[in-house]
T-cell receptor
Framework: AQSVSQHNHHVILSEAASLELGCNYS??????LFWYVQYPGQHLQLLLK??????LVKGIKGFEAEFIKSKFSFNLRKPSVQWSDTAEYFC???????????FGKGTTLSVSS | GAVVSQHPSWVICKSGTSVKIECRSL??????MFWYRQFPKQSLMLMAT?????????EQGVEKDKFLINHASLTLSTLTVTSAHPEDSSFYIC?????????????FGQGTRLTVV
């Protein structure tokens, strides 16, 4: 069965600091990878996704993620965080079109101004 | 992106009653919809996969007689929590994928906060 592991439960940063959130998945086959963000009181929004091709994926709001197949990882990065990036971040994986997303436990990011 | 609308956004019900939650894809046809449950400060746990016109597939540990899922059309799936109890209080989220497109992500509804008193 697939599983997703997010290493950081709660990350606290100051504005302008760089961010990297770890995500590892467990699945032997081809996967699609996603990062979602959930702002307080709002629904999940897609930050970025990887299906195939360039393993460095750029998403919205300056976020990017790199798929490293050999490490089963899909870490999320942002060079300089803003206070408005305070939110819950979820890494997710599915095994292909039409299959359900399996989510990691999430990482709470708190950015102080 | 595509829009998935979930209704109601929040509901309070008495223990023993049933509650229906609707999930609609507003601008695309969703052959498959997914229902998740999210406890406070925790991740989304998949409850079931719903395919239009067929029975839902439930994840292990999810009671199908308690969480009734109906996916009668390509734009609507419903989750009915039957004989609700306080332990069913949670945040329920649906997602849907445009069945006509390859390599697209699933879109999420805004969620329904259920409180059983």
């Amino acid at each position: 069965a697939q599983s997703v592991s997010q290493h950081n439960h709660h990350v606290i940063l100051s504005e302008a600091a760089s961010l990297e959130l770890g995500c590892n998945y467990s699945y032997g086959g081809t996967v699609n990878l996603f990062w979602y963000v959930q702002y307080p009181g709002q629904h999940l929004q897609l930050l970025l996704k990887y299906f195939s091709g360039d393993p460095l994926v750029k998403g919205i709001k300056g976020f990017e993620a790199e798929f490293i197949k050999s490490k089963f990882s899909f870490n999320l990065r942002k060079p300089s965080v803003q206070w408005s990036d305070t939110a819950e971040y979820f890494c997710a994986v599915n095994a292909g079109a039409g299959t359900a997303l399996i989510f990691g436990k999430g990482t709470t990011l708190s950015v102080s101004s | 992106g595509a829009v998935v609308s979930q209704h109601p956004s929040w509901v309070i019900c008495k223990s023993g009653t049933s509650v229906k939650i609707e999930c609609r894809s507003l601008d695309f046809q969703a052959t498959t919809m997914f229902w998740y449950r999210q406890f406070p400060k925790q991740s989304l746990m998949l409850m079931a996969t719903s395919n239009e016109g067929s029975k839902a597939t439930y994840e292990q540990g999810v009671e199908k007689d308690k969480f009734l899922i109906n996916h009668a059309s390509l734009t609507l799936s419903t989750l009915t929590v039957t004989s609700a109890h306080p332990e069913d209080s949670s945040f329920y989220i649906c997602s849907a994928r445009d069945g006509g497109l390859e390599n697209t992500e699933a879109f999420f509804g805004q969620g329904t906060r259920l409180t059983v008193v």
